[in-house]
């Protein structure tokens, strides 16, 4: 019996022919697939390479760059997610492998897991910290408003800015406050308003929606662009219950653009209602005072100095003469002890002085150069001594020297 030659193939027609048979088998396109993220990377080109597990096996993935810049969140290891694409062969390399167009976290929706993982990566660089936050101004002169120019918002903010402080001016930026456009619009509006510094404070958001139509509010180049805003910023996105990122970074977050403009403003009916107070306060604290010192006045008045004021100058007068008469009978006094003092401290001084001794028969013996002699061992016979008394002076020469002896 005859047999067949076997059919011979290359290597790259195998790889091609089973390919072939993949991408035709109608249910490996699309494919859903639930798994846990491995080995996630993502490459320089923009593409994401990753695997995909469970307890029991795994395949590889890919996920090209158009598909990736439409993720809502950034994949990362140990990720659950329900993936959508299809399963083919990588010719080049001969592996089997899953290219992913489509990605959502698997229990979680993506806006979610995108908020939450924004949310801790700008929390990390310190964009939220209340240590950022700066105190509105009492009193500003302009307000700038960041929303829609269409919107019902925007009517809003208006109105209840000129009800409660008509004296402030309204700068109002229009920008686009849902879709792509969105963020690049807003962040230009908060940059212009930082430049020319033409607001005292900035209302920056938009009414309610789903979460997809303000998911420009959590933008991260509008996040930092308002952290980084020179102006006071209040952030009023959404109502009461809806939070985006921006609210974080702000310095003031309003639970809608009508607490916004509340909260930027003062109620002119409130402060004159102060001004009110604080006028009648000061006209019955200045009445109190001027009563006070009437009636004080009125006690000096009273008083015999004022009434008698001759009699008050004749009391005073003496009073004086008293002193005077004090001061001189103790200068007096104190004068004669001093003298008392000095002339025994010169009798003293007196009875010390070698001119006294000398008075009363003494002499004293100095050697030639002057230098007084104070024993006898400091001369010897033939010298010349000068000997002084006390009305002169006689040179004397030496003719014998005796020392006593010691008792």
């Known amino acids: 019996m005859r047999t067949e030659s076997p059919l011979i193939l290359t290597v790259s027609q195998l790889n091609r022919y089973v390919k ?53 969140f950034r994949a990362e290891d140990g990720m ?27 229990g979680a929706g993506a806006l979610s897991v995108a908020f939450e993982q924004r949310k801790q990566k700008l929390a990390a660089e310190g964009l939220f910290d209340a240590s950022r936050k700066r105190p509105l101004p009492a009193f500003p002169q302009t307000i700038g408003v960041i929303t829609s120019g269409t919107g019902a918002a925007v009517q809003d903010i208006l109105q209840i800015l000129a009800r409660r402080w008509p004296a402030a001016a309204v700068v109002l930026a229009p920008v686009a ?34 979460a997809e139509d303000l998911w420009a509010f959590n933008d991260e180049r509008l996040v930092r662009a308002v952290a980084a805003s020179p102006i006071p910023v209040i952030s009023a996105v959404g109502h009461e219950t809806d939070f985006t990122l921006c609210d974080f970074a702000a310095d003031l977050r309003a639970p809608t653009p009508s607490a916004a403009a509340e909260l930027a403003v003062p109620d002119r009916t409130e402060q004159r209602a102060r001004l009110l107070q604080t006028r009648a306060y000061l006209a019955a604290a200045a009445a109190d005072t001027v009563a006070a010192k009437r009636e004080r006045l009125a ?60 008075a009363r028969g003494y002499t004293l013996a100095a050697a030639p150069g002057g230098k007084t002699i104070g024993s006898v061992r400091e001369i010897d016979e033939g010298d010349t001594l000068t000997v002084r008394f006390s009305d002169g002076t006689a040179d004397c020469t030496v003719r014998t020297v005796q020392v006593f002896a010691k008792e």
């Open 20 to 72: 072939s048979k993949l991408d035709a088998d109608e249910n490996l396109d699309p494919i859903f697939l639930v798994g846990e993220i491995s080995n996630c990377k993502y490459h320089s080109s923009g593409h994401l390479y990753f695997t995909l597990k469970d307890e029991a096996s795994q395949v590889r993935a890919v996920m090209f760059r158009s598909a990736v810049s439409r993720l809502r």
């Open 299 to 358: 006690l000096l008045l009273s008083r015999g100095s004022f009434q008698k004021p001759r009699l008050f100058l004749d009391e005073k007068r003496m009073r004086l003469l008293q002193a005077l008469s004090a001061l001189q009978a103790q200068e007096k006094n104190t004068l004669h002890g001093a003298r008392e003092q000095l002339g025994s401290l010169a009798a003293k001084l007196h009875s010390l002085s070698p001119l006294a001794v000398l």
């Open 177 to 210: 406050v849902q879709g792509e456009e969105a963020p690049a619009q807003i962040v230009e509006a908060l940059q212009d308003f930082g430049k020319t510094r033409c607001a005292d404070v900035l209302i920056v958001g938009r009414g309610g929606g789903s």
């Open 80 to 106: 659950q997610v329900l993936l959508r694409g299809r399963a083919s062969l990588y010719e080049a390399g001969g592996s089997y492998q899953v290219f992913a167009e489509d990605m959502q976290p698997d």
